[in-house]
């Protein structure tokens, strides 16, 4: 995880990478965070992914993340799709989030409590949506 604090503010700097996975079938997944190991927010949907490991590229973080998250592969190259600066008291997030394929069966971390492959509208309409990614969502055309 990349952690660097702003001495002027002291503010946290976080990058993470997210990926809006498709399948084969032309759905998408999402996942839902878990309650019992984020006790602290609340249990949004969301896609795949994370914080980068300073040093590792960010398409190997991507793939790891996935991996951890989910045991399914990435096929190809994935496609970067929007930056956001997503700003909260005492930290800043750089978050890129991409699309791609992946391959495989989900086998949920105990990040996630849940999964559903769906269509990009279903995808849009799921509550309770982080309001960063329903902005991601909103700017995409299935």
Same mark, same amino acid.
């Given at each position: ?16 990478? *997210?990926? #809006?996975? *498709? !399948? *084969?079938? /032309? ?10 190991? &984020?006790? %602290?927010?609340? $249990? =949004? ?15 190997? !973080? ?28 005492? *930290? =800043?997030?750089?978050? #890129? ?6 391959? /495989? %069966? ?6 996630? $409590?849940? &999964? ?9 309409? #799921? ?7 329903? %902005?991601?969502?909103? $700017?995409?055309?299935?």
């Amino acid at each position: 995880m990349v952690d660097i604090q702003f001495q002027e503010n002291n503010m946290e700097l976080q990058v993470g990478v *997210k990926i #809006l996975l *498709k !399948n *084969k079938d /032309g759905k998408y997944l999402t996942l839902r965070r878990s309650p019992e190991k &984020y006790s %602290e927010v609340e $249990s =949004h949907w969301e896609f795949a992914g994370g914080r980068i490991n300073p040093g590792s590229i960010l398409f190997e !973080n991507l793939k790891r993340e996935v991996m951890e998250e989910t045991r399914l592969e990435i096929i190809g190259e994935p496609k970067l799709i929007t930056a956001q600066d997503i700003i909260r008291p005492h *930290k =800043h997030i750089v978050r #890129l989030t991409y699309t791609g394929f992946a391959d /495989g %069966e989900v086998k949920l971390s105990d990040e996630h $409590s849940e &999964y559903k492959w769906l269509s990009l509208e279903e995808v849009k309409n #799921l509550e309770p949506m982080d309001r960063y990614f329903k %902005e991601v969502l909103l $700017s995409l055309n299935d």
